[in-house]
């Protein structure tokens, strides 16, 4: 049947079960903008800056494991999509961006609104394309939506011209083929490596298991807490896998790295076999190289090789995904009546026992000044640990990283690898979407917040009740944090000296907003504020030089950690 490309992208999204677009119009568009509101079978969110549909599709990718999709013009569209793609890609997200382009016939011209939108995103796309033949727009896109899905997930771009979506060709969808050299998975691992892996588990007296992303990514959550409870081993996680292993079952320890618990570092430092699960040896997690796990074998499972032997060299490499990896060894764990007595781990479990009681993650209390991890303790009191968390990037990432038990994968939404200010309010929409039922609360600082305010419209607009937890020192808090520990106090640039009241912009984009400044209005304020059903911000004028604890100094081994007024050392 012959149809328009602005028909056959819209018949593909429909066929990739594509419910929701985060977008922005403009003239290279504009038929794309026609063609859906003629044919709303996919609901489209208008943001308000072409970052924010990014990250909301990003959202909405790691809230659901779907594929998210934006929706942007040509040249300055576009490249207001960098960032959101670059955070995508950096923590393994599968989102498909759209891009309008000029015709074909002006490519390389320097035509209005024109940029390479396809070499400026090479670096940070999964994979990129540039559609010249309106024969190929239904396979591409097809193609599009498996890359990004597929094997180590990731964001990409399919850059189409103006001209292009408005061809008329045939389309049918039994006829699309892909393109499959470009989807070519590594081969399974054979059944050796997991054999020798039940080995080197036999073997080991003080194993720690240090899961990432790749376990959320990969849908393996059921058999990692199978595995982890059945061979009794302490698991810590990296900011990006919180939530995979319950945070409040007696193994867990919490993250380990830079701000990473006194214990799961003490564990990482101790341990004689480290298994590395969808976690990728990041260099906020590892600290200094050569003393990170010096103690242990350390067995690496990544979907992706290129991810193993980079940073650290290690015994046993298996590429796989992090579920059939699980599910091959939790056979093997069966088959073999291996599970390790509690006398077997007892020592080892003990020790870590005593690690905890050392030095659990605390602060000082303060009659006058609201504490900004009481703020998420109370949060995670009053949602009984049920809401879905994102965050924007600085202290309150680490706070709401420490501070907040996450039980259930993708309820922790965070950008990791790129760690960009203004992800989380935008990310937030996006979850929401797929969760009306759902609390979803942005933890935020007032530098990041500012750097996508502007999407309280669209939250009015389509009616998203999410809920903002502003914690709002009056600082770029994580740097003025460095200038004090290492700079000697020159706060150079990072005083935001003027502030807006974010309880007036917030009810002038028509939310609910509440202020607290003393300690005892923390509860009544999330209170009044998290459980009605708009859109409300809640701003904590928090201590102002309040520092994230524990810290490894940059550089250095994670087993030396400053804990706040206490250095400890081990
Ligand atoms: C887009 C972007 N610009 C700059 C940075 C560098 N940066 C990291 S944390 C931070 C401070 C964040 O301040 P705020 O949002 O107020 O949060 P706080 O640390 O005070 O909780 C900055 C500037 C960044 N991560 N992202």
């Known amino acids: 049947m012959k149809m328009k490309g602005t028909q056959i992208l819209l018949e593909c999204l429909k066929a990739e079960g594509v419910e929701v677009m985060f977008g922005y119009p403009g003239g290279a568009v504009i038929d794309i903008y026609d063609e859906l509101h003629r044919n709303p079978a996919v609901k489209h969110i208008l943001v308000r800056h072409e970052q924010a549909a990014v990250h909301a599709a990003d959202g909405y990718a790691r809230a659901t494991g779907k594929v998210g999709v934006a929706l942007a013009t040509s040249g300055p569209g576009a490249t207001n999509t960098v960032t959101g793609i670059a955070t995508a890609n950096m923590d393994s997200i599968p989102i498909v961006v759209f891009t309008g382009q000029v015709p074909t016939h002006l490519i390389g011209n320097d035509a209005f609104q024109e940029c390479d ?59 699309i083929r892909i393109n499959a050299t470009k989807l070519s998975l590594p081969p399974k691992p054979s059944s050796k490596k997991f054999v020798q892996m039940l080995e080197m588990l036999r073997a080991s007296r003080r194993p720690v298991l240090l899961t990432g992303g790749g376990i959320l990514l990969g849908k393996a959550s059921d058999e990692l807490r199978a595995f982890a409870r059945r061979a009794k081993i302490p698991v810590t996680s990296t900011l990006m896998g919180l939530g995979a292993f319950p945070g409040s079952d007696p193994l867990f320890l919490g993250m380990p790295g830079m ?78 009546n291996y599970a390790p007595t509690d006398a077997e781990r007892k020592d080892w479990l003990e020790q870590i026992e005593a690690w905890k009681k050392k030095a659990p993650l605390a602060y000082c209390q303060d009659a006058e000044h609201i504490k900004p991890q009481c703020v998420i303790e109370t949060l995670y009191e009053l949602t009984k640990g049920k809401a879905i968390i994102t965050t924007e990037v600085g202290q309150n990432q680490m706070w709401a990283a420490q501070f907040y038990r996450y039980d259930d994968p993708n309820t922790f939404i965070s950008s990791g690898g790129l760690g960009t200010m203004g992800y989380g309010f935008p990310a937030a929409l996006g979850v ?119 810290m490894v100094r940059p550089g250095a081994s994670i087993s030396e950690m400053t804990l706040g007024t206490r250095e400890m050392t081990n």
């Open 117 to 175: 939108i396809t070499g400026i995103t090479r670096p940070c796309t999964k994979h990129n394309y540039l559609v010249r033949n309106p024969d190929e727009l239904a396979s591409t896109i097809r193609e599009a939506f498996h890359i990004a899905r597929t094997g180590r997930p990731g964001p990409v771009l399919v850059d189409l011209p103006k001209n292009v979506i408005a061809a008329e060709v045939d389309y049918d969808p039994a006829k």
């Open 432 to 550: 929401k979407l797929a969760f009306p039922d759902r609390i979803v609360v942005d933890i935020a600082g007032d530098g990041s917040i500012q750097m996508n305010i502007q999407e309280m419209a669209t939250a009015m607009q389509y009616n998203i009740p999410v809920k903002i937890v502003l914690l709002n020192n009056g600082y770029l808090g994580m740097v003025r944090q460095w200038q004090e520990l290492f700079y000697e106090k020159r706060y150079s640039n990072t005083d935001m000296t003027f502030q807006p009241d974010f309880v007036k912009v917030a009810e002038a984009y028509g939310w609910e907003a509440f202020r607290a400044k003393r300690p005892e209005e923390i509860r009544p304020v999330l209170e009044k504020g998290l459980f009605s059903n708009r859109p409300c911000l809640m701003d904590f004028q928090i201590a102002r030089e309040e520092c994230v604890y524990p």
């Open 259 to 336: 701000h990473g618990t006194y214990y799961a570092n003490m564990a990482i430092s101790h341990c004689d076999l480290l298994i590395c699960i969808g976690a990728r040896f990041d260099d906020r997690v590892t600290g200094k190289l050569d003393t990170f796990a010096s103690n242990a074998q350390i067995i690496h499972i990544d979907v992706d090789p290129s991810s193993i032997n980079k940073n650290i060299v290690v015994d046993l490499p298996i590429v796989s995904d992090a579920k059939s990896a699980l599910e091959n060894i939790n056979r093997l764990l069966k088959d073999n």
